[in-house]
């Protein structure tokens, strides 16, 4: 992906989102990342209490969400409509997750978004990440979200480097992507639209939209028409 692949509007659908208006004016999608926290507090305490019930003084839940007893919720959560948060989830703060979304047993999240109808369904860790609508991560597959080197992070474009002014940067997965069982995405990895990556795969800077991801090196072009994304 070259830096305008990299474009808010070229990896996302905003429709499918609360979070769209945190969007506006910026041009890279992980520059709305700090000001996660802050944006949740303040929608949260504009929505309806009809639609969404509020379970502490930061955290607010659709009422046609299903949040199972053993989940954790910490700070600054909004979980949108027919959302499901799974058996001993772990969700430690500043994660708005969308409608239609799945959580899964023992999956882990901060300082994330989830576009509508993503699927983190088990064994899953996401790390001040984005993953856009219809994007799913198979079982035990990762965000790694911190370098080595405790650096800041950097989005590594077919064109040059980005410089992010992160510490703390794990994924941006554009819609309908398939990420595989066991796969790690390393910090910075950014994925475009419609591609799948293969399990047990360690991927690193950017992948192309309409991609087969196999291995390092071993990229192949889908055929016209060919899906991405599992039907939920």
Not at 76 to 90: K, M, S
């Amino acid at each position: 992906m070259k830096k305008d692949d990299l474009r808010i509007e070229k990896m996302f659908e905003l429709r499918y989102t609360q979070a769209a208006e945190l969007f506006e004016g910026k041009r890279y999608p992980w520059e709305v990342l700090p000001e996660l926290s802050a944006f949740i507090e303040r929608i949260g305490r504009e929505l309806p209490p009809s639609e969404y019930e509020e379970r502490s003084p930061t955290v607010w839940i659709h009422r046609s969400a299903r949040v199972y007893d053993s989940a954790f919720l910490s700070d600054h959560i909004l979980i949108g409509p027919e959302t499901e948060v799974r058996h001993c989830a772990f969700l430690r703060g500043s994660v708005l997750a969308g409608r239609g979304c799945v959580i899964g047993n023992s999956c882990e999240l901060k300082n994330s978004i989830l576009f509508d109808s993503v699927q983190v369904p088990h064994y899953n860790y996401i790390g001040d990440s984005i993953l856009g609508y219809r994007s799913h991560m198979g079982a035990a597959s990762l965000t790694s979200n911190v370098k080595s080197d405790r650096r800041p992070v950097f989005v590594h474009a077919e064109d040059g480097e980005i410089e992010t002014g992160l510490k703390k940067l794990g994924a941006i997965l554009s819609d309908c992507v398939e990420v595989g069982c066991g796969s790690v995405l390393n910090p910075g990895c950014c994925i475009g639209r419609n591609t799948n990556i293969y399990p047990l795969s360690s991927v690193r800077g950017t992948v192309d939209a309409d991609s087969i991801y196999k291995r390092e090196g071993e990229i192949a072009r889908k055929r016209t028409g060919e899906k991405g994304h599992r039907e939920i």
